[in-house]
Each structure stands twice: as structure tokens, then as C-alpha cells.
């Protein structure tokens, strides 16, 4: 179970940013919302923790929470690309994944773009980096959207992070429990490393 991405597929996928530039710092991100049941939890923890995340958003989902997506924003966090529809770059036509990408773009522009799942084609990959998007995927995923996979597992495995990691978790129905039991004591395991929180740009 990888927990960390291997530094040999990062290698083999080099156009796509796997990791922040500050050795003292990480950077939080969050994908799927905005998301009625678990993003307010998550924005009056980061609120209390004083920390910054990213957030990828879905566009659907921007659309059907206008006034939480406005929250977000308010609270200075920083926004990312996800897709209309959270459709898979791999099993989706390239005219009909660079129209999702675009929908989202029309609702709010950013140069930051996660692809759902991290699969995309290479056509894909060359359309988006053409439209001037950074492709960002992450160097420590929690898992929470593992219904198999205990809390405990990623709090452990949180031990693993170092600077220059790119977090990501979920806030989304699927991953509600995992992430709620997990994100508070795996950030006190980041601030007791002394590593701080950034956001990407």
C-alpha cells in the first residue's frame, strides 16, 4: 500500500509537479469539493490551525455550492482545477476532457490542474500544459477514501512526511470518516516535524 509515490514514477511522468520548491514546508491540498457534509468541517480546522491548503475543486460542485466555494476563497485559501465532472483523463476523449477543464476554468481561473485519479493521456497532458496549467499530483496520498484502510494506518504513515511534500487528502462523503479522525493529528505530526504549511502557486 504506497502511501508515498514512488521516485521512479515521478521520474518517468516529469512534466507534472510532484513536489512544493520550500524544504521547510508542505503543502496541503484537498480534492472533490466544495462539499456541503465535510468542507466546513475541514475550513474551521484549518481556521483554528492557522493554516493554508489548496483546495482542487470540482466544477460541478462549485456550481452547487456557490456560497461555500465563496468561503473557501474567503478564507485565503488557494484554488485548483479538478475537472467538471471528475471524469478520468484515460478513459475520457481529449476534446471532451479539455471542455471539463475549460467549464471549470469559466466558473474560476487557476493555473493549478489535478487530474481525478492521476490519469491522464499524453495528449491530454500536452493540451493542458499548452493552456498554461501546472499539472499537480502529490508526493503523500492519505488514502482516506479507503473504506479497507484504518485511520490509525495514515496517522502512522503521516511519520513518513518530509519538506517538499504534496499532501493530499479529500473532502468528499466518501472519504468523511478517515479524513475527520486522521487530518487533525497527522497536521500535529507536520508542526512537530517544524515543518510549515504553504500554499501552491
Known amino acids: ?6 521516485f521512479l514514477v515521478q521520474l518517468l511522468f516529469k512534466r507534472r509537479v510532484w513536489r512544493g520548491e520550500d524544504s521547510n514546508a508542505v503543502y496541503l491540498t484537498f480534492d472533490d469539493g466544495p462539499d456541503i457534509e465535510t468542507t466546513p468541517w475541514v475550513l474551521d480546522l484549518l481556521r483554528r490551525e492557522n493554516i493554508k ?22 478564507n485565503g485559501h488557494a484554488i485548483g482545477n479538478h ?7 484515460t478513459k475520457t476523449k481529449k476534446t471532451e476532457y479539455i471542455t471539463s477543464v475549460r467549464k471549470t476554468e469559466s466558473l474560476h481561473s487557476s493555473n493549478l490542474f489535478r487530474p481525478p485519479y492521476g490519469r491522464l493521456n499524453i495528449f491530454q497532458v500536452d493540451n493542458l500544459l499548452s493552456m498554461g496549467k ?18 490509525s494506518q495514515i496517522i502512522d504513515n503521516a511519520r513518513t512526511i518530509k519538506g517538499r511534500d504534496i499532501l493530499l487528502f479529500h473532502n468528499s462523503k466518501k472519504s468523511e470518516q478517515n479524513m475527520k479522525n486522521s487530518l487533525p493529528e497527522v497536521i500535529k505530526i507536520v508542526k512537530q516535524k517544524k515543518l510549515f504549511f504553504k500554499l501552491l502557486d
Open 1 to 6: 500500500m504506497f502511501f508515498r509515490v514512488p
Open 53 to 74: 491548503a489548496t483546495f482542487f475543486c470540482i466544477g460541478q460542485n462549485i456550481e452547487n455550492n456557490p456560497s461555500l466555494f465563496k468561503e473557501i476563497l474567503n
Open 83 to 89: 475537472t467538471y465532472k471528475h471524469e478520468k483523463g
Open 134 to 151: 501546472k499539472i499537480i499530483m502529490w508526493t503523500w496520498n492519505a488514502q482516506d477514501y479507503k473504506k479497507s484502510l484504518e485511520h
